[in-house]
DNA sequence: CGCTAGTCCTGTCTGC
DNA sequence: TGCAGACAGGACTAGC
């Protein structure tokens, strides 16, 4: 559920707990613990040094040996709170920090999840690179591109190919390059790849700007939601005129996921 | 290789 | 008002 633009709002608002150090980390639903390299003991005492951003994935540096790495799934929240607080409901992790009181993690769904790791590289897998960072270059996206067959949505979802979009980003994404999801990935000539790439940048930036999407469940590392569902141009719009053309907003079915167009102005 | 459908879960909304 | 079914922002797997 959080993307991009949501994860990255969580992780700025989370800044303030870097440099205290760990009381205790209490887990009340172990099996949101998908790996556990170190036991959850050895945490006690240790700095967070830095908690960063890769993909949707939240990284927490514990002293270059221990890390937390977080999920959000589709439900997920990690916010910090005063000490003592009541848990909500779902809540299945909580990390108490020494003067600087709580982080509770909660998520209905439980498709997000916790890894206790030494080295994070073992979580992420094949992770393509940051769309916002210099790897992610027009030509890059090209090579991606080349010869793929797949509609150019299911590949912006492929976190493979470049990290951090989801279904919502991806809707927004191409109905701002003008560009059909249904349309096949390797058909797209340059200038449309050009466009493409400026769009990616371009709309997580704004999500950014917005601290992310409300649309059910999002909030920040403060447990407040986010105002870029104010902005968005397709998703959840179905029916609505387009902001463009006036044409109505189309939804249709791609690989099991909701996807919103303008079948005017997205060719 | 690539696509689809199924899977993991709970909460919320829609239609009867 | 109640209930069944659909649907939800993610990501992995099996099977074709």
């Not at 997920?76 to 009541?86: A, I, N, V």
């Not at 992610?136 to 990290?163: D, G, H, M, W």
Request: a positive charge; aromatic letters at 8%.
């Amino acid at each position: 559920m959080p993307e991009l633009p949501e994860v990255e709002t969580i992780v700025r608002s989370l800044s303030k707990a870097v440099g205290y150090r760990v009381e205790k980390l209490v887990v009340y639903k172990p099996v949101v613990v998908r790996q556990e390299c170190y036991s959850i003991d050895s945490l006690t005492g240790l700095p967070i040094e830095s908690i960063t951003r890769r993909g949707k994935f939240i990284v927490m540096d514990l002293g270059g040996q221990h890390y937390l790495i977080w999920h959000m799934g589709m439900s997920g929240r990690l916010f910090l709170t005063e000490s003592g607080q009541t848990r909500a409901n779902h809540t299945h992790v909580v990390l108490h920090l020494v003067d600087a009181g709580e982080l509770h993690y909660v998520d209905p769904r439980r498709f997000g999840g916790l890894w206790l790791v030494h080295r994070p590289e073992d979580v992420f897998g094949q992770l393509g690179p940051e769309p916002l960072g210099k790897e992610f270059s027009a030509a890059y996206l090209e090579k991606s591109l080349r010869n793929k067959k797949t509609p150019i949505k299911n590949l912006l979802l492929n976190q493979c190919v470049v990290a951090g979009i989801g279904n919502i980003y991806a809707d927004e994404i191409l109905f701002d390059s003008a560009i059909s999801p249904e349309r096949i990935a390797g058909s797209l000539d340059s200038k449309e790849i050009a466009k493409l790439h400026r769009s990616i940048k371009k709309v997580l930036r704004q999500g950014i700007e917005c601290r992310g999407t409300t649309f059910r469940d999002y909030r920040d590392g403060f447990n407040r939601p986010g105002g870029f569902q104010e902005y968005l141009r397709v998703y959840g719009r179905e029916g609505k005129p387009c902001l463009k053309c006036g044409n109505p907003i189309c939804r249709i079915k791609m690989g099991g996921r909701s996807t919103h167009f303008c079948q005017h102005c997205q060719h």
